[in-house]
Every structure is written in structure tokens, then in C-alpha cells.
């Protein structure tokens, strides 16, 4: 039986493969160009100021519909004054989603999550007691409610008293009364899901009352604070549609090549090697990433998704940074003895430990939040400089990785370089066999360069996109479904690819040929090593190979024929 797949496969059916991924890769990115939405969208929403002499926390305040709250359009009427209504009594009410040309709106489950953002209007003024780093504490409810409930019917979701910290200033030329303070965003709740149709973000700033836990000198540097605007982000529902259609095809796709390859393996009279067990590890975490559970919120409640989905691409993550380096690793022609996983803990020790330390941060933040989607990690000043050094840590960590990842690969075109030296002085047949084996894997090798570059990129700008809302208001960044849907595809070509190039090949050749190919371990040809140099003896063509270190089972096809060769 012959080696892997890439060796065997004739040059018309192997550009007829590439030609249909890449005809598979160019339809996802139009998909996500020419049918995808945006993937979020963000709704600001001005707060209708309630009020209430009587505020209770068993009511609920909302400016749409019957039984709406009484509300006031300025802080500064004059009704406020002459009924003695105080910080307490004042409730900034948002009822979500907004009306739009004065029909009702409603969420769909297909909007997945919601991210909501904080911004003060705040007039600068002399007399009022301002602090541009003033710590504000925030009484926030939020409830919800179905179509099919009356209007006036809100149960509550989640409910919290939190510690934010503003982050203020003006141009020293602009402090004039008629000015607005530059503040930015503040943290209010994450969700997971959305479930329900109709949201209400009830938040009050209260000030020091013996009734209340908070004592005095609450929310008294806040200054002339006029409105309360809220920032409500949620992913588009034709982009999750797209999204998951991409995963209901994929899903099962890899699950039916990762069969049919372990099935070949199964048949070899040899155990797996190292790199045949990282490809279905590989696949296995696709799968789990391509496992549409998005489905699931279509009929339950699920809060917890968006941490099991961080959890699952993680977990690709994991695996596929450390298949990348066993792979460039297998094919490097060295002294160190290969095909075992112990020679590799340096390496896999550092993505795993990387993988980690996302996995800690993650449920620092969106963990605690399914407790209390009020809490944010951006609260504090340590908290968001932790969280910011975390990030750049992160993307620092991607460009290393990557840098050492094509060292690697560079040092094997080198030695594959040093090794083609002997490829002249061989009889025509062998050396055009070897020569497409070697440019095949070349090509295989910079496709892998071209995903891990994509795959880091899109890493980074993730992270910089879930953190933009945070740490900057002013920081404008599109991200077009396009990019999202290619490289997700891209990973699932690639690794699709992979398994159909490496698996083992049935196609037998002439046992009178001298130069024929026995069984091996279902790699590339250049996995164990190439040809040193080919010279002619008296009782036939003798090849001798740079390094024959490895045991016959898990030796290259083409150094288990340099030995079958030398002993005849």
C-alpha cells in the first residue's frame, strides 16, 4: 500500500480538489458580503426621566403604553422643584427595543445577546460639585416582557446596586455653561440571550437616605447631570442566520470526513502516529465549534451560550495552535526523535497555558455574569487596566506565536532545500515522484502560513472588538461579515483539506519497480525524511538518507524504501 493520499493523487484530481475548495472558500466570503448583515448593531437610547415621590423597588417604570410613568423632560422644571422630588425619587426608564416610524418593535431569539453601555450628559457648571473621576453608585433593574403579556405586566430579570467610575473632561476652552463634559462609556449588563421580547432598564442614582444602605456623599460629585443615555448592542438576526446556516453545513461535513478517515486508519496493520491522532483531535474540536447550538435558544432560555461558545472556540483555539506546531515539527528533518508527544511539551506547554489564562479571564467576566449581569470586570480602575494588559498580552502572545510558527516552517524549506540537492543525480522516474512531493508539500505548508496568519489576525481584532465598547467610545472599528464567515470557513476547508490529503491511500504500485512505495504510517513522504543522496552500486541503486532515526511503522513512504532498497 502506498503512503498518504498527497503523495499518490494524480495532478488532475489534486487541482480539481483545490480548485473546489477554493470555489467553497470565495462562496463564503460572498455569502457573508452579499447576504450577511452587519454582525451587531448598536441602538442608542435617551432614558425618559420618571418620577415618583413614592419610588418603590416593587414597581415598575416604563415611558410606552398604559399605565406609563409620569415623566418630566428636564431635571430643572420647575415641578420638581415645588413637590420636593430629590435624586431618589428620579428613574431613568428604557424601554427596549425603541419604536421605529411608530411601529412597535420586538427582539427575536435569532439576536442571540445584548450588550448594553452607559454615557452621561453632564453641562459643566461652576457652582455644581463635579468630580471627573467620581465614583457612581447605580441601582439598576431589568425586566422583561412577551407579546401576549399586558403592557403593564414586567418581571423582573436581574436586579443590582453597582459601583461604576466615570472618566470625565473638557477642554479647558469649552468650560462654559452651554458645554457637555467628554465622558466615556460606562458598563451597565451583558446577557447571554435574548429570550423574551421586550426589555425595561429601570436605573436610579440615589443619594444618601436613612432608609437606603449607602451612606452620605453617594453621587453628590456627579455635577449638572442633564440625560442618561444607554447604548444597546445586539447581533443581527440575518447575521446569525447566516452563521449557523454555515455550521448546519459544516457540522456534519467534518463529521463524515473524520470517519471515513479513521475508518482508513483502522485498516492499517500499524498503530496511528502522532500527526494522524492531532489531525482527528483537530476535527474533533471543529466539530464541537460547528455543533450548532444556536438552535437550543430558539425554544429555551439559554444564558449560559455565549460562555459555552467561548468555551468551544477556546478549545479550537487550543488545538489548533498546537496541531500547527506538531506538524511544522513532524516535518522538520533533525537529530531529535519525532512522532512522540513528549518532544513537543515545550511548545504545547505554552499554548495550553495561553489557552488558560483566556479560559480564567473569561469567567472572571462573562462567568460571574450569569449570577449578575450587572457585574462588568471594567469597573474599576484595576479592573479595566487588568483587563486592557490582559488583551495586549493576548495579541502580543498571537504575534510571537505566529512569528515563531513560520521560524519554524522556514527551517523546513531549508532543510528541505539542503536535502533537493541529491534529486539530480536520480533516475528520471524517482526524481520527478519525489519533486511532486516536495512541491506539494510546499504548497500545503504555505496554505498553513496563510490560515495561521488569518487565524491570529482574527484573534486579535476579536478581542479588540469585544473590548472597543469598554475601554473607548472614540475608537471606530468595522469588522464585515465577509471576514467572519471566511475565516470560519476557512478553517473548516483547511482542516477538511488536511484530513482528505493525509489519510492513508489504497492505490498500490508495481512490486517490479524499484523505486515503489511500501506501507507506512499514511503521512506525507517527507515526514520522517528526505533523500540525501542517490548513487548507483554494483548490485543496483543504493539510497542513503540524511537521517533514519525512527522505527520502520513510522517512517515516511519514502524512507521505508530507501531501507527496503539498501538491504536488497
Known amino acids: 500500500m502506498a503512503g498518504a493520499i498527497i503523495e499518490n493523487l494524480s495532478g488532475r484530481k489534486l487541482g480539481v480538489l483545490i480548485v473546489f475548495l477554493m470555489v467553497c472558500q470565495a462562496v463564503c466570503f460572498l ?39 409620569r415623566s418630566i423632560s428636564n431635571l430643572n422644571d420647575p415641578q420638581v422643584e415645588n413637590e420636593n422630588i430629590n435624586a431618589n425619587n428620579i428613574i431613568f426608564a428604557f424601554q427596549i427595543p425603541s419604536p421605529k416610524d411608530k411601529v412597535e418593535l420586538d427582539y427575536s431569539r435569532w439576536h442571540q445577546n445584548l450588550l448594553s453601555m452607559m454615557h452621561l450628559d453632564i453641562f459643566y457648571d461652576e457652582a455644581a460639585k463635579f468630580d471627573p473621576n467620581a465614583k457612581m453608585t447605580i441601582d439598576g433593574r431589568l425586566g422583561y416582557r412577551n407579546k401576549n403579556d399586558p403592557h403593564h405586566k414586567w418581571t423582573e430579570y436581574a436586579a443590582s446596586v453597582e459601583e461604576r467610575t466615570l472618566d470625565c473632561s473638557i477642554n479647558p476652552e469649552h468650560k462654559k455653561e452651554e458645554y457637555i463634559y467628554n465622558c466615556s462609556l460606562v458598563p451597565m449588563f451583558e446577557l447571554g440571550s435574548l429570550h423574551h421580547d421586550f426589555y425595561l432598564l429601570n436605573i436610579r442614582l440615589p443619594t444618601h437616605d436613612d432608609k437606603e444602605p449607602w451612606g452620605d456623599g453617594t453621587n453628590e460629585d456627579l455635577g449638572r447631570l442633564i440625560d442618561m443615555w444607554v447604548v444597546f448592542i445586539h447581533q443581527n438576526g440575518g447575521f446569525t442566520k447566516v452563521w449557523v446556516s454555515l455550521k448546519t453545513i459544516f457540522f456534519p461535513t467534518i463529521v463524515a470526513i473524520m470517519v471515513w478517515f479513521w475508518r482508513r486508519i483502522s485498516q492499517l496493520t500499524r498503530p496511528p502516529a502522532l500527526l494522524e491522532y492531532m489531525l482527528m483531535v483537530l476535527g474533533s474540536a471543529l466539530t464541537l465549534l460547528n455543533c450548532p447550538l444556536e438552535y437550543l435558544t430558539l425554544v429555551y432560555d439559554c444564558p449560559w451560550m455565549t460562555v459555552v461558545s467561548d468555551i468551544r472556540q477556546g478549545l479550537f483555539y487550543a488545538s489548533l495552535l498546537s496541531f500547527w506546531l506538531i506538524f511544522t515539527g513532524e516535518h522538520l528533518m533533525d537529530d531529535i526523535e519525532r512522532n512522540r508527544l513528549r518532544v513537543y511539551w515545550r511548545h504545547l506547554s505554552a499554548v495550553l497555558g495561553g489557552c488558560l489564562c483566556l479560559f480564567i479571564f473569561d469567567m472572571c467576566e462573562r462567568g460571574v455574569q450569569l449570577r449578575n449581569p450587572f457585574y462588568s470586570i471594567w469597573v474599576t480602575p484595576i479592573g479595566t487596566n487588568l483587563a486592557l494588559a490582559f488583551i495586549m498580552l493576548a495579541g502580543i502572545c498571537a504575534g510571537l506565536y505566529f512569528c515563531f510558527l513560520s521560524y519554524m516552517i522556514w527551517k523546513v524549506f531549508i532543510n528541505i532545500s539542503s536535502k533537493r540537492q541529491s534529486l539530480p543525480a536520480m533516475s528520471t522516474a ?24 488569518m487565524t491570529v489576525i482574527g484573534f486579535i481584532l476579536g478581542q479588540v472588538s469585544e473590548g472597543q465598547w469598554s475601554w473607548d467610545e472614540n475608537i471606530k472599528l468595522e469588522y464585515t461579515s465577509a471576514f467572519f464567515t471566511g475565516v470560519y470557513s476557512m478553517w473548516n476547508i483547511y482542516t477538511f483539506a488536511l484530513i482528505c490529503l493525509y489519510a492513508p491511500s489504497h492505490k498500490r504500485w508495481p512490486k517490479d519497480q524499484d523505486w515503489a512505495v511500501s506501507d507506512n504510517c499514511g503521512l506525507a513522504s517527507i515526514h520522517g525524511a528526505l533523500l540525501a543522496r542517490d548513487t548507483q552500486s554494483s548490485t543496483g541503486e543504493e539510497i542513503e538518507f540524511s537521517r533514519l532515526a525512527t522505527e520502520p511503522t513510522e517512517m515516511s513512504s519514502i524512507t ?4 527496503k532498497a539498501a538491504s536488497d
Not at 433 to 438: F, L, Q, S
Not at 560 to 563: C, G, K, N, R, V
Open 31 to 69: 455569502v457573508g458580503a452579499l447576504i450577511a448583515p452587519a454582525p451587531s448593531t448598536a441602538m442608542p437610547v435617551l432614558g425618559t426621566k420618571c418620577i415618583d415621590k413614592n419610588y418603590s423597588k416593587e414597581k415598575w417604570y416604563f415611558p410606552r403604553g398604559k399605565k406609563r410613568c
Open 430 to 453: 524517482r526524481r520527478l515522484h519525489y519533486e511532486g512531493i516536495i512541491y506539494r508539500f510546499k504548497v500545503l505548508m504555505l496554505a498553513t502560513l496563510l490560515c495561521a496568519a
Open 560 to 563: 521505508a524504501f530507501a531501507q
